[in-house]
T-cell receptor, first 113, second 111 residues
Framework: NAGVTQTPKFRVLKTGQSMTLLCAQD?????MYWYRQDPGMGLRLIHY???????AKGEVPDGYNVSRLKKQNFLLGLESAAPSQTSVYFC????????????FGDGTRLSIL | RKEVEQDPGPFNVPEGATVAFNCTYS??????FFWYRQDCRKEPKLLMS???SGNEDGRFTAQLNRASQYISLLIRDSKLSDSATYLC????????????FGRGTSLIVHP
């Protein structure tokens, strides 16, 4: 049982390059989330999705786009990477409902030079 | 005022000690609460949910105080392996169903 899988685990980009981070879950969860975590800042929500075909902005959405074409996948895109986007990115998923905890992937460490 | 607040610590305790963390939340309509554990450079992992009546899982006890709007985590007989950051999560804070994370409390257990 894989749970939540993030691809890639590490990546180094140059400023201005684009890339897509993939999150896949095999738990049939409705909700999926993308967070970034920076030292001293805690987890900050970038975008989230409450179901296939729907996405919404979180706390820090600027510079990122997302898509949820399939229920099991949630993609995070950086169209033109900036050094400020250097961070650890975590994907999470949860079942529908207020009382359901989130399950996290093991993160993507992204450096923008 | 932040929606979910935690003392960042670090809390430095010897092995075998009892330590407690609190987490305050601002929205009285918040519905569900969790404690997660995060090891350095790893993903957060669910430690336990927090129920209205309080709940215990081995050496860990979680409690909810709705009147004062805080949750607590008590760790008894601390182990070196308990060293981590403990994240408080509140659902329903800010009027939405999206979880809100505290910034975490760092615990260091030393020999």
């Amino acid at each position: 049982n894989a749970g939540v899988t993030q691809t890639p685990k590490f990546r180094v980009l140059k400023t201005g390059q684009s890339m897509t981070l993939l999150c896949a879950q095999d738990m049939n969860h409705e909700y999926m989330y993308w967070y970034r975590q920076d030292p001293g800042m805690g987890l900050r929500l970038i975008h989230y999705s409450v179901g296939e075909g729907t996405t919404a902005k979180g706390e820090v959405p600027d510079g990122y786009n997302v898509s949820r074409l399939k229920k099991q996948n949630f993609l995070l895109g950086l169209e033109s990477a900036a050094p400020s986007q250097t961070s650890v990115y975590f994907c999470a998923s949860s079942s529908t409902g207020l009382f359901q905890p989130q399950h996290f992937g093991d993160g993507t460490r992204l450096s923008i030079l | 005022r932040k929606e979910v607040e935690q003392d960042p610590g670090p809390f430095n305790v010897p092995e075998g000690a009892t330590v407690a963390f609190n987490c305050t939340y601002s929205n009285s309509a918040s519905q569900s609460f969790f404690w997660y554990r995060q090891d350095c450079r790893k993903e957060p992992k669910l430690l336990m949910s927090v129920y209205s009546s309080g709940n215990e899982d081995g050496r860990f006890t979680a409690q909810l105080n709705r009147a004062s709007q805080y949750i607590s985590l008590l760790i008894r007989d601390s182990k070196l392996s308990d060293s981590a950051t403990y994240l408080c999560v509140v659902n329903g804070a800010g009027g939405s169903y999206i979880p809100t994370f505290g910034r975490g409390t760092s615990l260091i257990v030393h020999p």
